[in-house]
């Protein structure tokens, strides 16, 4: 970011902190910084032009949101992703979103916004642009359910959500895939069958566990990790 011109007023510090934030989520959603990357808060801001307090509030945020990780010893990082962690939190999606799909079809919400995300995924020049139009197709579809409280706690799995689909997609791209059943779950949501969409999104969901991490799959479906020699023969099907 270019320093204020001579006699301007400063940007202020909240400013300074969105820009060091959007710019940080997209390097992240796109794997220009890697999960394990350190984040240095001194190259940060000589890298925007900024002080390091609107850097250190950025990496606060993005360490709530569950893309950084900070420790007392090592500094910041990005979040790394591995079966376990994508694990428990397609867990909770698995238990809440479906059901917050079914009340969102039952108050008979409108769910314009859900097509909109659709547009912007398909358009997408990167996979952080799909990505964020992916999480915000979710969410017009969850937001709506009536329950404020419900619809928090899923928005708090969103960026984590984003990260592993990025990371996942950097390995092996299945958004053609993803954004067909997303048509699927919208037409029926659209015609008011909620337990048909309910349950569209629930195989969704685990689909995509199915095709990313394999060997998490089968604890998600209700039973144990499924054995080294049969994970690695699903890989090889699906390669």
């Known amino acids: 970011m270019n320093a204020p011109l001579s006699g301007a007023a400063p940007v202020p510090i909240p400013s300074r902190t969105q820009f060091v934030l959007e710019h940080l989520t997209r390097a992240i959603l796109t794997g220009v ?22 850097v250190r509030e950025a990496l606060k945020t993005l360490a709530g949101r569950g893309l950084v990780e900070m420790s007392e010893y090592r500094g910041a990082s990005v979040r790394t992703v591995d079966a376990a962690m994508a694990r428990s939190v397609y867990d909770v999606r698995l238990l809440l979103e479906p059901e917050a799909l079914s009340r969102t079809v039952g ?9 909109a995300a659709l547009t912007r995924a398909d358009t997408a020049k990167d996979t952080a642009e799909r990505s964020l139009a992916n999480r915000d197709f979710h969410r017009a579809l969850y937001l709506p359910c009536g329950n404020p409280l419900l619809a928090r706690m899923l928005d ?6 984003a990260l592993v689909s990025s990371v996942a ?8 895939r993803e954004a067909e059943e997303h048509r699927a ?17 629930r195989a969704h969901i685990l689909a995509f566990v199915h095709r990313a991490f394999p060997a998490e799959a089968s604890a998600l479906d209700g039973g ?3 054995p080294e020699h049969e994970r690695q023969a699903r890989e090889q099907e699906e390669a």
């Open 156 to 161: 708090e799995l969103r960026d984590q959500a």
């Open 224 to 226: 144990p990790p499924a």
């Open 185 to 201: 779950i919208l037409a029926r949501a659209e015609a008011g069958d909620a337990p048909g969409a309910a349950e569209l999104l």
């Open 169 to 176: 997609w950097q390995a092996r791209p299945t958004w053609d």
């Open 107 to 115: 108050s008979g919400a409108d769910l314009a916004a859900a097509h």
């Open 33 to 54: 910084l890697e999960p394990g990357s350190p984040l240095v808060e001194n190259e940060l801001a000589a890298r925007f032009g900024v002080s390091k307090t609107p």
